[in-house]
């Protein structure tokens, strides 16, 4: 038994060269047999390195699709280099499993991980495997590369810059009231596929690394929209000693989010709040606002204005009224 086990090596070294080893496909990463992976950038280029985990229960449901959930814990990380301008090189990824955990799951883990590591170019460089008593928890950390120095920062607004962001806002968190109360479908008045476009943008969030090259060369500063549209604006204006005037009538809306509007207008909040959009919002100066439209259409983003850097604190959005909408809670905190 003792040499069986030395030969196939511990359950968890299976479990590695079964499930992840297939996704470890750039040299550096040794085949995941060494403590430690190499890689050496590109001369001229630097690393941007960025975290982010996510938890059953708390950023996904136990019981949403493992392809799904090995996709969005990749994809937050990819929309942070994104948003900063950089192009993914790779990531490492730590994952607790509950000790009972089913190989099923973990397989259709790996392959919407495998999938998506392909698709974004962006392999796997190593990571850990625990087994935990709580919930299931992923953490990735992935790295990006950009000639050194120009990545983009959240500092750098300036008081009559444009501010755009990508895609349409408010979806994901309209999907998720969805997944908790199905019965809001009716209320709302949708269209079962405008009810699914809502359910898929929380389940499986479009990173827009496709734009991250124009980013670089024409915003000012940027984020990606996590947390909320308000609240990360409000962020991006703090960081930069400015404020922000935004049209809330100039937020792009999927027809679904519209439709839904259009049921319970107080679901604006929602839609300026409630996060897990991974949009990007930047402020570009006015110059340079054609050749950064004109690049998202060449990279196929959809890219909309929706207000102005201004003096002051914060982002104010506006109604139609001219009133500035206010916010019980601008974006969402942990704690
Ligand atoms: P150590 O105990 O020496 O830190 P491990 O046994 O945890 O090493 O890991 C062995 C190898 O497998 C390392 O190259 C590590 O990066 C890789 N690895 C472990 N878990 C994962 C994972 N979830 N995803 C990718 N690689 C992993
Ligand atoms: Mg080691």
Known sequence: ????????????????????????RHPGALGLIDDTAIFAPPAGQELVLTADAIVAGMHFLPDDPPEAVARKALRVNLSDLAAKGAKPAGFLLSIALPKNFKSQWLEAFARGLRD?????????????????????????????????????RRFGARI????????????????LRLRKDRSAARTWKLTPEMGRHLAERYLVPQPRNALAQALRQH???????????????????????????????????????????????????????????????????????????MA??????????????????????????????????ASFSHF
């Not at 009559?160 to 349409?168: C, D, Y």
């Open 160 to 175: 009559g810059h444009g501010i755009v962001i990508t895609g349409t806002i408010g979806d994901a968190a309209l999907g």
């Open 296 to 329: 998202a259409r060449t990279a196929r983003v959809p890219l909309t204005e929706i207000g102005e850097v201004v003096a002051g604190k914060g982002a104010r959005f506006l109604a139609s009224n001219g009133r500035a909408l206010t916010f019980a809670r």
């Open 1 to 24: 038994v003792r040499r069986l086990a030395d030969r196939a090596g511990s359950g968890e070294d299976r479990l590695i060269a079964r499930y992840f080893k297939p996704i470890a």
């Open 219 to 293: 915003a000012s500063a940027a984020m990606d929209v996590s947390d909320g549209l308000a609240g990360d604006l409000g962020k991006l204006c703090r960081v930069s000693s400015v404020g922000a005037e935004v049209e809330i009538a100039r937020v792009p809306l999927s027809k679904a989010a519209r439709a839904a509007l259009a049921a319970d207008p107080s679901l604006i909040k929602t839609v300026l709040t409630g996060g897990d959009d991974f949009e990007i919002i930047a402020t570009v100066p006015r110059n340079a606002l054609a050749a950064l439209k």
């Open 116 to 152: 998506d590591a392909r698709r974004y170019g962006c392999p796997l460089f190593g990571g850990d495997t625990v087994a935990t008593a709580g919930p299931v928890a992923i953490s990735v950390t992935a790295f990006g590369t950009l000639p050194k120095g120009t990545m983009v």
